[in-house]
């Protein structure tokens, strides 16, 4: 066959042309494609970095729908949480203009049963495309979602299993393409680990306040028990032992105390006071009946006297606008103990010649000062203040919203100061 | 004439015991038990005793909260506290509320009966062992001068009576702890007192409060 070198060189030319116009658009492509994966290693690195940057739940949640936003379009999306016994909990949700956290009470709950596509996506753990979720006779747009044509289910691992899912959702239908998915699912694995960590981060949490609450019921049982057994000896056993004592007077005189019987019953009745003595002494130390009976200033009152005598201690005592209305009966309690412990811990390690308390009403605060002249301690040494139950003390004080200052070094004495609304 | 007394006890035991020891005097009549302070109010109004043996710790309202009712509807009627409680807070609360007199439980029978007439004829009856609790504080010494003290030892020393540490007086005062530390024994030297308790009744008489 015979060509031209005209038009062989004119094809050549052109095919020459076409191959590099295409290798042009190829590159390109190709520089493209690696822009938008750059970006979106870009986009993913900082998700991830966001993600890690909190423990709490609402915020990692929050965080992750945000991120995917700028990676996958969508007009509506939601974060769900699988709680116990396959409720679902929805915790964050885009709106169409921000993502926002869903706190408890307002925070939707159902269970997993009634949404047969997001059951499957927590039991298989595999993702769910819907490209026109208005073929689908079942569907009911779940919690978050109006009548979104298409629908993305990805789920959120934590430890290994299913832990939650996020759902997307866009007006137009068959949106949602393989690379979103590819997207979202690599999200999803670059979150489970932020997620795991505010999972178990929210179980401390929750595992913290309920001993919290565990702790502040025991003092109260403990406050309660105290009180029934005090009343029980000063009461029930105190009278009957008095009881018994009117009928040794009783028989003292009717026999008039002949053949050393008076003396006998004399003595009969020494040994029952000291039995009354002892059973005060116990109730008292368990819980002071003035304490229920007469208030905090006359129950200070009556304890700090009566260490003054056994202790050796200068006890000075000053209650300042405490004579009006009683306080609430908890703070009572709180403070009387909080004195108490204060107190036995001069008495046991201070080695101080005096102590002083100070309890002081006013403007809706009460305040309570013990103060001594002892050797101190070092307040930073974690040792010494579990040893003086310092925790405790300080325990009480939080119960009731209020303040324990521990202000001590060695040599200088110790003051503990103790402040509650009223 | 004979005194007509109402027993108030919740321990049927003890009113038993009460009875028998108040019936060996001639001069005494035992016209009623009661065992709440509600019954208290109830038989004073329908037995008329000239005077109410009265225990603190029942059952309802206490004696102490029943005296005070008891004595807004009978002035009359003459209160004696028969009780286990021996602390002076008690005493000071019963008397406070009216009361005319008060003995432990535990008193000898001589003593209850020496109370009851005690009494009866218009004084008041307080068990030996507890009267200390009756004699008042004496007006304290603290006589040195504010005059004395520079202005920053007057501040620590409002702060100090209010309450506060030297940590939180030396943050007030944006002071160190050491200062706060010299202001406070210097002025405590000057004005002769040993302690915080002194110092805030200082601090209360001389109007620094």
């Known amino acids: 066959m015979q060509v031209s070198d005209e038009a062989d060189h004119a094809a050549l030319t ?14 390109a492509r190709a520089q493209e494609a690696n822009e938008r994966a750059r970006l979106t290693a870009d986009m993913l690195r900082e998700a991830t970095v966001a993600l890690t940057r909190s423990l709490d739940r609402e915020t990692v949640l929050t965080t992750l729908l945000e991120h995917l936003r700028r990676l996958v379009p969508f007009d509506r999306a939601t974060v769900m949480v699988l709680e116990e016994a396959s409720r679902i909990s929805v915790r964050a949700v885009f709106d169409g203009e921000r993502v926002k956290p869903l706190l408890p009470p307002e925070r939707p709950e159902f269970l997993a049963d009634e949404h047969p596509v997001l059951r499957r996506i927590l039991s298989t753990g595999a993702p769910v495309v819907i490209p026109d979720t208005r073929e689908l006779p079942d569907w009911t747009p779940p919690i978050g979602f109006a009548d979104e044509a298409s629908w993305l289910g990805v789920p959120l691992f934590a430890r290994g299993s299913v832990a939650g899912l996020f759902s997307l959702a866009k007006q137009e239908m068959g949106y949602f393409n393989a690379e979103h998915l590819r997207l979202a699912e690599t999200l999803s694995s670059q979150a489970s680990v932020a997620v795991e ?30 009180r029934t057994v005090a009343r029980e000896l000063h009461d029930e056993a105190g009278q009957a032992l008095v009881s018994l004592r009117f009928g040794l007077q009783l028989l003292e005189r009717e026999t008039g105390g002949g053949d050393g019987i008076a003396a006998r019953v004399a003595e009969l009745k020494q040994t029952t006071d000291a039995v009354i003595d002892s059973l005060h002494r116990l109730a008292a130390a368990l819980r002071p009946p003035s304490l229920d009976m007469l208030g905090l200033d006359a129950a200070l009152r009556q304890y700090l006297g009566s260490i003054e005598g056994k202790s050796g201690l200068v006890v000075r005592y000053k209650a300042r606008g405490l004579a009006g209305e009683r306080l609430a009966p908890p703070i009572e309690t709180a403070l009387y103990r909080i004195v108490q412990e204060a107190v036995t811990n001069v008495m046991r390690h201070a080695r101080a010649t005096c102590v002083d308390v100070l309890a002081a009403r006013d403007d809706g605060r009460v305040l309570v000062v013990i103060e001594d002249d002892g050797v101190g301690f070092a307040t930073a040494s974690p040792a010494g203040a579990e040893r003086l139950g310092l925790v405790g003390m300080r325990e009480r004080a939080q119960a009731l919203g209020g303040t324990l200052t521990i202000e001590s070094a060695p040599g200088s004495g110790t003051t503990v100061a103790v402040e509650v609304r009223s | 004439m004979t005194t007509r007394v109402l027993i108030a006890d919740d321990h049927p035991l003890l009113r038993a015991g009460l009875r028998r020891l108040l019936a060996a005097d001639p001069d005494l009549e035992t016209v009623g038990e009661a065992a709440t302070g509600a019954e208290v109010l109830q038989l004073t109004g329908e037995l008329h005793p000239d005077i109410v043996l009265l225990d603190i710790s029942m059952p309802g309202e206490n004696g102490i909260a029943t005296t005070r009712a008891l004595k807004a509807r009978f002035p009359d009627v003459l209160v004696l506290f028969l009780t286990m409680h021996e602390e002076e807070g008690m005493l000071q609360e019963a008397l406070r509320a009216g009361g005319d007199g008060y003995v432990v439980k535990r008193a000898d029978e001589p003593e209850i009966l020496r109370a009851i007439r005690a009494v009866r004829n218009g004084g008041v009856y307080v068990h030996a062992t507890m009267t200390r609790a009756l004699a008042q504080p004496l007006p304290s010494q603290n006589g040195a001068l504010a005059e004395a003290l520079t202005q920053r030892e007057i501040d620590v020393l409002r702060l100090l009576a209010r309450g506060n540490t030297n940590r939180q007086i030396a943050e007030l005062l944006n002071l160190s702890i050491r200062t706060v530390e010299s202001h406070r024994a210097n002025l405590m030297g000057k004005l002769g007192l040993a302690s915080r308790v002194e110092l805030v009744t200082y601090a209360e008489e001389h109007g620094l409060l």
Do not use: C, G, H, T
Not at chain 1, 17 to 25: F, G, M, R, S
């Open chain 1, 14 to 27: 052109q095919a020459l042309q076409e191959a590099q116009v295409a290798l042009a658009a190829e590159r």
């Open chain 1, 197 to 226: 960590n505010a999972i178990l981060f929210e179980q401390m949490q929750a595992a913290s306040a309920r001993m919290q609450v565990l702790s502040r019921r025991l003092v109260e049982v403990q406050e309660d028990e105290r």
